[in-house]
Each structure stands twice: as structure tokens, then as C-alpha cells.
């Protein structure tokens, strides 16, 4: 058996991971809440935030959380027109061909970087890579540690965004009824463009929070997204706190079941629960009934 | 469409492609056409489920590996002739697709959610293929070389081409057996409107079921054929996400929920691929990874967007423009 200590370092190791894929699974619940549709591009847009870190420090040496507020804003951009120039009028508003859709640009974007890329694993060295903060005579690793203060931030201000705004208001109405929003003069395509960005913009600051300690190839994005759909069938599809808990849950049993299968065994575990949680209960567990 | 039509469409297209390997001596030539024969298989079975059923799987991958694996691990490791495997590994991968079917479409799972759950299926399927012995693990597995028709081996290319164009053609004929069938109706009325046929009294869990099963047994056959051609594999290769998209872009492409659909795709999915690494090999001096599939993605997403029944629709909306011209 694993002593205490080593079984509370890999809980709050779990929590701390959790909280970036919580992050990410926020862009793809938000996303499926309003539009009604899987982003299976979302793993690939990860991917391509990830880079774009990469080449900004690459080439003119930016250090990833500088990158964080403008690769946030480019994202939201770049989602906001990928949404309404390609995803918005090549499905003409069908289910399956919005799956199909998403699939394509994640095919693109996923090869476009292989191509310039090529399939080697980067990485960035920033000096507090290691660099560790003592907190209740536990030390917590710096980067892990700003991101988990950083996810909080964003997730508060999402919910400030969505709760308070006049867009974040179209945005609740056209989610819980379309075509009434539209009755009431509400542009749908253009919230729908929205929310997209907002999805995208998530992903370019999980990709900052992530550089720092992690490494980058054009195939990343899959496992992340992957533990992503968990969460968010976990939490509830559309569900943001159920995104957020269920982001901190899976971190844990990554890093638990991590701990007592082993590394390669490790991920079993999160594709087990999530076909249990697919098969047992669709609407997880804070989603309301389909 | 007259009986006579219907099947002898399939068996003259068949006769066509067989006259093929007669005009090249060209290896790499005959390589790609048999590859691009297992990926027509492969997407034939995709298209029973998600062209004619509807449900759009991202997980074939699931079925295709499984076949592969069950080929070379019966005859490497319990040692059966490759002909006695053959149907055995088909008949595993049919029920792989009808556990996973069952399990799934009896949780009412449809659309993104019936494609996640197929996709994580496969996921599952090649993390513990990666790490398993039998399977040998990330370091693969081997089938020895014995160029023996007894073997399922051949010396001469053209032979395997002629055996992977038969099984292509068996799964067609089915193909377009169940198309003229009840149970066809069945499944076509469950694409169309799932309740709608549950209230006409279709059963419609079991026809799914079916379905997948069916579905899962030919792209299990692909898996076999690909085993036996290549004589390699590994979990990337067998569970890898590359068949589970191949699979289902070219009846997309082609045309979803024809017959010809998948094989037409099939043809130009993977010669336009080729034509592009050529392209892009001469333009550079050598080869980019990954520009045919930038490419496949983009013509997915046009297909979906000006061609939403593919080349095939294509093919007769143009046709149906002549005929209008000569009245």
C-alpha cells in the first residue's frame, strides 16, 4: 500500500491537472450547451493554442502567461469565424453533418500542424518550471498552482459574463429556446459565433496554463479531448459546473488510477467511466434529463 | 431498379476491376490498389450502419483491429491455419459490434453521443492492445512470411488483389441484398425517423443491432485482409484512429447509403492522397507527413457542404441534366 503522504500528493496532483481539464471541458460543455453539437474539432483547436505558444516563445522568446491574453483574444476570433464562415453554412443546420464537420476541421487542423510541425514532441523552458510555493508544508508545483488560480478566475468571469451581459443573456435564451430567441430578434448565428469563440478562447488559455510544464505535438489535443468528452458526459453535457467538478473528479482518478495501474494503464480508467457513464446515465450527472 | 440490374451492376463493376492488375506490372501500383480495396471494404461495412442506418460511428477502428488481431494472433500464437481463421476473426469482430451495439443502443444512445461512445471503445481497445502480451504489446505482432496459397499467402500480388476484390464484391452483393430487403426498409425507416419507425412496430433495437453487427463483421474482414497483406501490425495501426476515419470518409465522400458509395470514395479519397504526396514531394524535394489528409478533411467538409450525397449524387444530378437537355 501507498503511504498517506504519496496518496495526498497524488490527489492534490490530480486536482491540480483536473483543474486545466476542467478548463478545457468548460470551451466544449459551453459549447454543446448553446449549439446543441459535439465539437470534435476541439482537441485539434487545443492542439494548434498549444503551438501557437510554442512558436510565440520560439521565435521572439514571449513567455507563455504573456501569451495568454492576446492568444485568447486571436482564439476567440479565430472560433468566432470558423463557427459562422465554415461550421455555420456547410451544415445547413443538421446534426450529423455539424459532427461531420467538426471532424473535418479537426482532420485539417491536426495534419495542417503535423505538416509544418512534423510529429517531433516540443517543449518550452521557462525558468520556473520547477519552481515550487510552500503551502501548509505541502509543496505545490508554481506553474500547477497559478493555473488552478487561473482557471477559478476564468470560470468566475465566464459565469459573470453569462449571468450579467446583454450577449451573455442571448446566449442563455437562445440555449434553452431557439427559436423563441430568434422570435425575439436575437441574431442566433451570431451567438451561436460566439459562443464558439468563447469555447476556442478557453482553449488558448488552457494551451498558456499548459506550455509551462507540458510538451506539444500535433496529436496532443486527442488525449485531452478525449478525457474532455469524459468530463463533460460525466458533469452533464451543457452543465458548467458540472464541467468544472467533474474536471477536479477526473484529474483525480487519472492521477490515482495512474498511481495503482501504472502509467500506460492509467487513462483505462477515465475510458471506463466514460462508457459506464454513457451507458448508465447519458445525461450525467448534473445534466437534466434528455 | 430490375434484379438483373441490381446484382449484375455489382458483379460487372467487379469484373472491371478485376481486368485491372492485368494492364501494370507495377508493384506499387498493385499496393495501392489492394490497400485501397481493404479501405472499400472496411467503409462498405461503415456504410451499412451510418449510410444506410444512420448511426454515424468514429470508432470502426474497434472492428477493423479486432479482425487483424484475431488473424495473426490464431495463427501465430494458436497456431490455425489462415483459412480456418479467416471466418473466426470475422465472426470475433461481428461480435465485438454486436456487444458494443447491444450495450449501446440499448442505453438509447444516438447521434454525437453514439459517436463518442464508439470512439472511446476504440480507444480503450487500443491502449490495452498496446500493453497486452498477447497481442505483443507497442512492439506489435509479426505473421510469418510463407508464400503459400495454403497460407493465404501469394507470391504473385495480383492474387491477393483478385481475393480482396471477391470479399469486396460478397460484401456488395449483401450490401445490396439487405438494400431490396425488408430488413433494409427497416433500417432506411430508422435512419429517417427513429420514432416514427418505432411507432410503424419496427424493432428497432434489434435491427440496429443487427446492423452493427453486420457492419462490424465486414470491416473485421477488412482487418483480416489488411493482416494478411502487410503481415504487421500494432495497436496504432489496427486501433489507430486513421481506419476509423478512413472508413467513414470514403462513403461520405462517395456517396452514403449507395453501394457504389464507399468503393467510389475509397478510389478517389485515396488516389487524390496519393496524386497530392506526390505533388507535394515534387514541389518540396521530399515528403510532408500529413497533406493528404489536410486534403481529405477539406473535401469532407466540402462534400458535406455543396455534395451532401457525394460523388454518387454528384454523378446523377449531372446525368439527370442530360436527360433534361434532350427533352
Known sequence: ?290 | MSRAWAYGSVLAAGMGLALLPLTTDSNVLLNFLVFMLIVAVAATGWNLLGGYGGQFSFGHAAFFGTGAYAMAILQERAGLNAWVALPAAIALGAAVGSAIGALAFRARLRGSYFALVTLAFAEVFRIVANVLPITGGAAGILIRLRLDPWQFQFADRRVFYWVALGVLVCCLLLVRAIERSRFGAWLVAVRENEDAARALGVDVLAVKVAAITLSAAMTAAAGCLYAQKFLYLDAAIAYGPWISVEALLAPVIGGAGTVFGPVLGALALLGLGELTKAWIGDLTGGSVPGVDLVLFGALLILCVAFAPRGIIGLLSRVRLGVRWARF
Not at chain 1, 483547436?45 to 501557437?52: D, K, R, Y
Not at chain 1, 488560480?149 to 442571448?170: D, E, T
Request: a neutral charge.
Open chain 1, 1 to 290: 500500500m501507498h503511504s498517506p503522504e504519496i496518496l495526498l500528493t497524488a490527489v492534490l496532483n490530480g486536482l491540480m491537472t483536473g483543474a486545466i481539464y476542467a478548463l478545457i471541458a468548460l470551451g466544449l460543455t459551453l459549447v454543446y450547451g448553446v449549439l446543441h453539437i459535439i465539437n470534435f474539432a476541439h482537441g485539434a483547436i487545443l492542439t494548434a493554442a498549444m503551438f501557437a505558444v510554442y512558436a510565440l516563445h520560439a521565435a521572439w522568446g514571449v513567455d507563455p502567461y504573456l501569451a495568454l491574453m492576446p492568444l485568447t483574444a486571436g482564439f476567440f476570433a479565430l472560433g468566432y469565424g470558423v463557427q459562422r464562415y465554415v461550421i455555420g453554412p456547410a451544415s445547413h443546420g443538421d446534426d450529423g453533418n455539424i459532427l461531420l464537420v467538426t471532424l473535418g476541421l479537426a482532420i485539417i487542423i491536426e495534419n495542417a500542424l503535423l505538416a509544418w510541425f512534423r510529429s517531433d514532441t516540443r517543449s518550452i523552458d521557462v525558468p520556473y518550471a520547477f519552481a515550487s510555493v510552500e503551502v501548509g508544508g505541502l509543496f505545490l508545483s508554481l506553474p500547477r498552482t497559478i493555473a488552478v488560480a487561473v482557471v477559478v478566475g476564468v470560470a468566475l468571469l465566464l459565469w459573470l459574463f453569462l449571468a450579467r451581459s446583454r450577449i451573455g443573456a442571448a446566449i442563455r435564451a437562445v440555449a434553452k429556446e431557439k427559436v423563441g430567441a430568434q422570435l425575439c430578434g436575437i441574431d442566433v448565428a451570431r451567438v451561436y459565433a460566439v459562443t464558439f469563440g468563447l469555447g476556442a478562447a478557453c482553449l488558448a488559455v488552457a494551451a498558456s496554463l499548459l506550455m509551462p510544464t507540458y510538451l506539444v505535438n500535433p496529436r496532443v489535443g486527442n488525449a485531452f479531448v478525449l478525457v474532455a468528452f469524459t468530463i463533460v458526459v460525466l458533469g452533464g453535457m451543457g452543465s458548467i459546473p458540472g464541467a468544472l467538478l467533474g474536471g477536479l473528479f477526473i484529474g483525480v482518478v487519472e492521477s490515482l488510477s495512474g498511481l495503482f495501474l501504472g502509467e500506460s494503464l492509467g487513462q483505462i480508467g477515465i475510458f471506463l467511466i466514460f462508457i459506464l457513464v454513457l451507458l448508465v446515465r447519458p445525461t450525467g450527472l448534473f445534466g437534466a434529463k434528455a
